[in-house]
């Protein structure tokens, strides 16, 4: 048996004698290699970090400020409003930049709270089985019953409107059952594999057997669904925002900016096209990432020494 990889990586070929660490630059090698040798992930990737530096320095990026207004209203491009003003007057390219940052503080907060949730749990309901596994998935499958974004508006609801972290408690709560189903079904696949087998004839406990053999095994088809995720959580952020329970008027949020465009989509439709293609080109980037990250991860599965 070959040592561990690192989590999710493809492992390279390696002999019975070469170290751990040779192995680990290896494998983390012939990750990004295949990664990079997919031209529309990278261009994805840095559209991506592109829009995150532009929302973490909006404050300095801006040409504007968020609720500055001017004279013109519903414009196309002119001057220094490089994609317009919106119906009050307001420059869209500015109140662009600081809308990502409210889109992309809440689809980051969202997967990670939901992740942070899901692996523990389904990681358990996988590996122990039996009747931990049924009342587990018993919940998760009432999860399932309610409609996503109508289970998200009753606990955005509940929580309170306007607050950006309420927003991503309600749309985690929505992504648990989903990470929780696809883990549990890799860990069942998993943990009857001979190495696992060997590893627990040899006496090695459970949280040792999940940490080293069954969680870097199972990690591949969850970083990517953890990279879908991104661009399904943006979108509903949007969504909610659109519906007035996100960000809160004079703050600039792409979903609330489609909100108030769309009031004047029969005086001006330009408006209205920005804050769209942007969240479209958003999310299409998040899913060629994905399938990037699919590509390079693989569907190899590494085992690793009791």
């Not at 532009?54 to 404050?59: E, L």
Request: charged share 15%; no cysteine.
């Amino acid at each position: 048996m070959s040592l561990s990889s690192p989590v999710g990586m493809p492992t390279a070929p390696v002999g019975e004698h070469d170290a751990p660490e040779d192995q680990l630059i290896s494998s983390t090698r012939r990750f990004w290699s295949r990664f990079f040798a997919n031209k529309v992930a990278v261009a994805g990737l840095v559209f991506i970090v592109v829009m995150v530096v532009v929302a973490i320095f909006a404050n300095v990026l801006a040409p504007h400020s968020e609720t500055e207004t001017f004279s013109r209203v519903n414009s196309t491009p002119y001057g220094s409003h490089w994609l317009g003003t919106d119906f009050i007057g307001r420059d869209i390219l500015s109140r662009l930049m600081f809308g990502a940052r409210a889109s992309f503080q809440v689809s980051f907060q969202v997967v990670g709270m939901a992740a942070l949730a899901a692996i523990p749990i389904g990681l358990i309901a996988g590996y122990f089985g039996g009747r931990v596994d049924s009342v587990i998935m018993r919940i998760m499958d009432a999860g399932f019953a309610f409609p996503p974004l109508i289970l998200a508006l009753v606990v955005a609801s509940l929580l309170g409107r306007g607050s950006l972290f309420n927003m991503s408690i309600a749309l985690a709560i929505v992504f648990v059952p989903g990470f929780v189903r696809l883990l549990r079904g890799q860990v069942l696949a998993v943990r009857e594999e001979t190495f696992v087998e060997a590893s627990r004839s040899l006496g090695a406990g459970h949280f040792r057997m999940i940490r080293r053999h069954i969680f870097p095994n199972v990690a591949s088809p969850l970083i990517v669904q953890l990279a879908l995720a991104l661009g399904y959580a943006l979108l509903a952020e949007a969504g909610l925002s659109f519906i007035g329970l996100g960000v809160q008027p004079p703050g600039a949020s792409w979903g609330g900016m489609l909100n108030q465009a769309y009031g004047q989509i029969f005086v001006a439709s330009w408006p209205l096209i920005v804050p769209g293609v942007a969240i479209a080109l958003t999310v299409l980037s998040f899913n060629v990432i994905a399938d990037g990250l699919r590509d390079a991860l693989g569907r190899e599965r590494f085992k690793s020494d009791a």
